[in-house]
């Protein structure tokens, strides 16, 4: 996944400006991020054997610089990326530093032992957590006139092919975010970001048809078993919306089997929804802005 390279010029002491090479990607299915920073051992006058430590530590002191502008490039929601919430002062970099800091790694040389190599994997939940403002979930709207409904056990929205764009002459795929909103067909909001209580999970999870028809009685193994339980309510999405189409609009009686319910509406709140979109959108190189 790492095709695009970004070469950064940084200053390293006594080695004078050393080139690192950048690349970053995104899972939205495996709900993390892929990022890798890499050096001219010889251009940073490091030799080996002796050398390895200090090229590790050149690793170490730079790559949350190095990766953070991968991190700013994330979609939080249909109008917006992290790089905004920054820029508007609603976050801090040094949350963003301190996500990086908290990243998996792993530091190794090239095959021809000429080049140190670092590998960092960040948790989309652990972002997402991060972003998190408010201290108590609000409440999915009640409908003033409910209807009957079967308590299900989790939410699964199909929009795996182009969709009509709402409010415009045409279709789209829908693509992945942080946030997404679910819409109905009356452009009633049913779920945004601050209805989810979860921390360390994404509000939604992403996937592809073929796992959603797997040979069990609910079509669902794994993770998503878990998740969505052996009852789900399937959806089929009507229309995606929004600047980038990130966000789903449903038909306003499937909005109502949902609201209709305490049940459903705590599926809800604990994020137990699953975006089933096309797999051409889980899974990204990330182009820095």
Request: aromatic share 6%.
């Amino acid at each position: 996944m790492f095709l695009l390279l970004t070469a950064l010029f940084l200053p390293a002491g006594a080695e004078g400006q050393i080139r690192f090479s950048t690349s970053g990607s995104i899972d939205w299915t495996a709900k993390e991020v892929y990022t890798q920073v890499s050096f001219d051992l010889a251009e940073a006058d490091i030799r080996l054997p002796a050398g390895r430590f200090l090229g590790e530590e050149t690793l170490s002191e730079h790559y949350p610089l190095l990766i953070r502008p991968y991190l700013l490039s994330i979609r939080l929601d249909s109008g917006a990326t992290i790089k905004n919430l920054v820029e508007s002062g609603d976050i801090s970099l040094e949350i963003l530093d301190r996500i990086c800091h908290e990243a998996g790694k792993t530091t190794s040389l090239s095959p021809d032992l000429t080049r140190m190599i670092g590998r960092y994997t960040i948790s989309l939940g652990k972002i997402s957590s991060s972003l998190a403002r408010h201290q108590r979930a609000l409440e999915a709207p009640r409908p003033l006139i409910p209807v009957q409904t079967a308590d299900y056990t989790g939410i699964i929205i199909i929009a795996s092919e182009e969709i009509p764009v709402r409010g415009r002459r045409a279709q789209a795929l829908a693509e992945p975010c942080l946030f997404p909103k679910i819409w109905d067909t009356e452009m009633n909001l049913i779920y945004e970001r601050n209805m989810f209580e979860g921390r360390d999970n994404p509000m939604v999870r992403y996937t592809v048809p073929e796992e959603i028809f797997r040979p069990t009685p609910s079509g669902l193994e794994g993770e998503l078993l878990a998740l969505a339980g052996s009852n789900p309510l399937r959806i089929l999405a009507r229309e995606v919306y929004g600047i980038h189409p990130t966000d789903l609009v449903i038909d306003r009686e499937d909005a109502l089997k949902i609201l209709s319910s305490d049940n459903n509406r705590r599926l809800l709140r604990e994020g137990r929804v699953v975006l089933v979109v096309n797999s051409s959108q889980l899974q990204k190189n990330i182009i820095t802005q």
